[in-house]
């Protein structure tokens, strides 16, 4: 990877924590970046005990000063950024006449407000190179409405329009941006959040009949950050068990 450096949000557990290391695996410098220092300090200390370059960063996706001071320490660290995930994101359902605005406001700060800053930090340090990639982790909420969702599901909708505004902007400096929307994937966020009953309606909705796993979901991000992905911009792939395909699924 010609020692090209990843920064990873929200990446101490769940998915991110896959892209880190799916990431690491095929030769990236990672930065570990989460709210939670300690995670991500124990994520990044297993994947260098296991050989990696990684790199824990304490960062707060919705504060626009942490995420200036985050930037500035991966510049001085490493004097590159090529690769940004951004995977941090926050999500919990209310039904939608009880939607609670404080809930909304965090949530776009978080899920929209966040990647946007994230990406022009990234995208300044690579223009001067070039090249870059951007991957924003999008949902198939932001793709087909779902219970509860009011502000997850248009947060990630705001996020998908984010990534071609990105694309179109960003391609001029070598740099593409596409979103990965995951269906339902097993991790601490689904684990806490998701109902016997959202597991079932989701079981009769996706032809593959289960949740995904994050490393079938660190695969895409693999494939869009690879250079065989150059001509692969403004793109939003699900990885959802067919469910965005879905229609009808009995005779
Ligand atoms: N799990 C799913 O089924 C699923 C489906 C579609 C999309 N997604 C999206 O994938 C991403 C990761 O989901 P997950 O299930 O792994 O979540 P998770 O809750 O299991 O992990 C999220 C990580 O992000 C960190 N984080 C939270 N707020 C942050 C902030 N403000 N700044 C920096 N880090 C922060 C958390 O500390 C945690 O380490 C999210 O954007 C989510 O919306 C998940």
Known sequence: MDGKVALITGAAVGIGAAIAQSLAHDGHAVVVADIDAAAADETARRLSAEGFDAWPLAMDVGNADAVA?????????????????????IAKTYAFLDYPMDHWDKVMAVNVTGPLICAQHAARLMRARGWGRIVNMTSVSGMRASAGRTAYGTSKAALIGLTRQMAIELAPFGITANGVSPGPIDTPLTLAHHSQATRANYARSIPSARYGTTYEVAGAVSYLVSDRAAFV?????????GFMAAGLLEI
Do not use: S
């Open 233 to 241: 911009t403004g793109h939003i792939l699900p990885v959802d068990g």
């Open 69 to 89: 001071a985050g930037f500035a320490a991966v510049r001085e660290k490493y004097g590159r950024c090529d690769v940004l995930v951004n995977n941090a994101g």
